[in-house]
């Protein structure tokens, strides 16, 4: 008995270590995630405006670039994951998500991964990586993404991809997320020319199509950057929850093996108790 109660105080102690660590844990990926997200918002207000610029010259210039127009025979999955575990069901839902769109859209595919489990996972399933790029970190730089944006670019230039689409996690509040595959090149037109703001834009002396070239460099950077904005950002709010499970699990743990330890302990003094009555009456 005094055996048992010394292994659960023991077990008692290292459940509380690790308590101290999940919580910790769970308040730097609160702050983290609380930092992204300003980042974040930021990210889609620019992303937004830009598609609206390259969507504007291409209506108002009558621009019919090939590149705008393909016929789609295979697609660039760009998929974004984190470095590390320790975040939920995250990354398996966004698999999940790829997977069903690919036997969905039956057309050639390879994939650029940003993260260590994607680019894990591609690499058991047996998928073709043109490009991966890990350990982006908590607050990445757009010019990180500067060489991966040159391939996809260049192998869409050169025909080898036809269509880029992004999968990520997209922020949905500070619980929930979703996950998303967004088509970004070629552009789709879904804006009329009627629905546009009348901005005049004054255009210097410039041939259009190398304009739109330019401006849509900028714009799929932008769309990259912030799909890793937004990924990020879920994957601190899926660990802050996950560690604050992890927390109040400790929590519950600790409480039944305190009730087993004053159960114990009760029962040794009782048993105390009865041996030294025994003992008084045999004297």
């Avoid at 690919?102 to 994607?118: L, W």
Wanted: contains cysteine; hydrophobic residues 40%.
């Amino acid at each position: 008995m005094i055996l048992a109660t010394k292994e659960i105080k023991v077990q008692i102690e290292i459940i509380n270590n690790t308590k101290k660590i999940t919580s910790a844990m769970e308040m730097v990926s609160a702050s983290k995630m609380r930092k992204l997200q300003n980042r974040m918002l930021l990210s889609r207000y620019y992303t937004k405006k830009i598609k609206e610029i390259c969507t504007r010259i291409i209506i108002d210039e009558n621009i019919n670039d090939k590149n705008l127009n393909k016929k789609i025979k295979k697609i660039c999955y760009i998929l974004i994951t984190s470095d590390k575990g320790l975040c939920g069901g995250l990354n398996i839902n966004l698999f999940r998500k790829l997977l069903k769109d690919i036997k969905k859209n039956k057309n050639k595919y390879c994939f650029c991964t940003i993260g260590r489990i994607g680019n894990k996972f591609i690499k058991k399933y047996g998928g073709e990586i043109i490009y991966y790029l890990n350990n982006v970190g908590d607050y990445p730089r757009i010019i990180e993404f500067y060489n991966l944006i040159k391939v996809i670019i260049k192998e869409f230039d050169n025909n080898y991809i036809d269509c880029i689409n992004i999968i990520y996690n997209k922020s949905i509040n500070s619980i929930n997320s979703l996950p998303k595959i967004k088509k970004i090149f070629p552009l789709t037109i879904k804006i009329k020319k009627e629905s546009i703001n009348k901005i005049v834009y004054i255009y210097e002396a410039y041939d259009f199509k190398k304009l739109l070239n330019n401006i849509l460099t900028k714009y799929i950077e932008a769309q990259i950057y912030h799909s890793v904005l937004e990924n990020i950002t879920c994957e601190q709010s899926a660990r802050m929850m996950s560690m604050k499970k992890a927390t109040e699990n400790a929590n519950n743990l600790i409480i039944d093996l305190n009730n087993i330890y004053n159960k114990l302990r009760q029962e040794n003094i009782t048993q105390e108790i009865t041996e030294i009555i025994n003992g008084a009456a045999l004297v």
